[in-house]
């Protein structure tokens, strides 16, 4: 079965500290994506990746980024974290189209 | 701008009956279109996808969609609901936009069966 680990379930930060949200999948899919969900808007797309070293912005890219060193890994980065990107952050990966996407469990950030 | 819209935030049903989650899309050319499901504090699981073919399509704990082009629906379905079916329910569509695949989600349906 196909597996992508969020390294974190749960995270409390502070205002302004540095987050870093870890997603590894074991299928060597070269597709990865970073979603946040949050209630009443459904997924919204932050940034995708479709090979190593390579980034596309989604559609709310701005407060984030990200960095893919390796084909299995895939990393979302708050330089700064803001009280507004508390919310629940999928990972997810896919083989090529039409392939269907596989969520990590989610990382659910809460930022005080 | 292609899209996705599930029109009903919750949908409640009794237990054995049959239960429908409703979605339309806006895409341009061939929409290729996927149901997820997600329990509480967990990932999304992939249910079913219609790519090309049967417009009914059968997926995963008894689940079926129904594709229809002419009223730009993807409607899950499954004749008779159980509660462990209570769950979040999304629909997505490929979207094809600067020449990458990504997928676009509805804002998703609540789904409760009343045992």
């Known amino acids: 079965d196909v597996k992508v680990t969020q390294s974190s379930r749960y995270l409390v930060k502070r205002t302004g500290e540095k987050v870093f949200l870890e997603c590894v999948q074991d299928?060597?899919?070269?597709?990865m994506f970073w979603y946040r969900q949050d209630p009443g808007l459904g997924l919204r797309l932050i940034y995708f990746?479709?090979?190593?070293?390579?980034?596309e912005k989604g559609d709310i890219p701005e407060g984030y980024s990200v960095s893919r060193e390796k084909k299995e890994r895939f990393s979302l980065i708050l330089e700064s974290a803001s009280t507004n990107q508390t919310s629940m952050y999928l990972c997810a990966s896919n083989p090529p189209p039409p392939g269907e996407l596989f969520f990590g469990e989610g990382s659910r950030l809460t930022v005080l | 701008a292609q899209s996705v819209a599930q029109p009903e935030d919750q949908v409640n049903v009794a237990e054995g009956n049959p239960l429908t989650v409703k979605c339309t899309y806006s895409?341009?050319?061939?929409?290729?279109l996927f149901w997820y499901v997600q329990y509480p504090n967990r990932g999304l699981q992939f249910l079913l996808k219609y790519i090309t073919g049967d417009n009914l399509v059968k997926g995963s704990y008894g689940f079926e969609a129904e594709f229809n082009k002419s009223q730009t629906s993807f409607h899950l379905k499954k004749p008779s609901a159980l509660v462990s079916d209570s769950a979040l329910y999304f629909c997505?569509?490929?979207?094809?936009?600067?020449?990458?695949?990504?997928?676009?989600f509805g804002a998703g349906t609540r789904l409760a069966v009343h045992p």
């Open positions: 895409v341009s050319g061939n929409p290729y």
């Open positions: 990746s479709y090979d190593v070293k390579m980034k």
């Open positions: 997505a569509v490929r979207s094809l936009s600067g020449g990458y695949n990504k997928l676009i």
């Open positions: 299928m060597d899919h070269e597709n």
